[in-house]
C-alpha cells in the first residue's frame, strides 16, 4: 500500500489521549471509554513513557484480580512502545503490528508525538486503497478511462 501514515493522519485526525505514569488503571478506563478508544499513551511532558490498553488491563488486573482504583498505569503499562514517522507507509505500519502483535502506533515526528494509527485505521486505509484500485480498473476495462 502506497499511502503515508501523514495521510492516514491528516484524515482522521491527530488527537493523542494521554495520562501521567500515577494516573490510576480506572482513570485510564474512564478515559478510554469517554473517547472511544482501545488505549491511552502513558507521557510525562513530552516523553512518551508507554501505552495503556484494553489488553494490559485484561491480562495484567482482571487476570490477576487487581483492583483498577488502586493500581497505577505506570505497574501495568507496555514500556517499550514501538513507534512508527508520517513519512513510513501503511505497508510498515501492518508489518509493524503483525511481527509485534499490536494494535496500537504512536507517530512520532522530530522527537514528537503527532498521533496514534491504530489496526482500525490501517485496515481503513487498506480498504480505501483497494476500492480505488478496483473503481479504476473497472473504468478501464469498460473503456471509460480518458485517453
Known sequence: ???AVRQILESKGNAVHCL????????????????DIGGVLVTEG??????????????????QGKAS?????????????LTIS??????????MMTENRIRHLPVVEKGKMV????????VKAVIAEQRAT??????????????
Do not use: W
Open 20 to 35: 501521567s505514569p500515577q494516573a490510576t488503571v480506572f482513570e485510564a478506563l474512564q478515559c478510554m471509554q469517554t473517547n
Open 1 to 3: 500500500m502506497t499511502a
Open 115 to 122: 498521533g496514534v494509527i491504530t489496526i482500525g485505521d490501517a
Open 69 to 81: 482504583k488502586e493500581i497505577t498505569i505506570a505497574e501495568v503499562m507496555t514500556a517499550n512502545v
Open 134 to 147: 478496483i473503481e479504476h480498473l473497472e473504468s478501464y476495462i469498460s473503456g471509460d478511462l480518458g485517453s
Open 86 to 95: 508520517p513519512s513510513q507507509t501503511i505497508d510498515d505500519v501492518l508489518e
Open 46 to 63: 513530552e516523553h512518551l513513557r508507554g501505552i495503556f490498553t484494553e489488553r494490559d488491563y485484561a491480562r495484567k488486573i482482571t487476570l
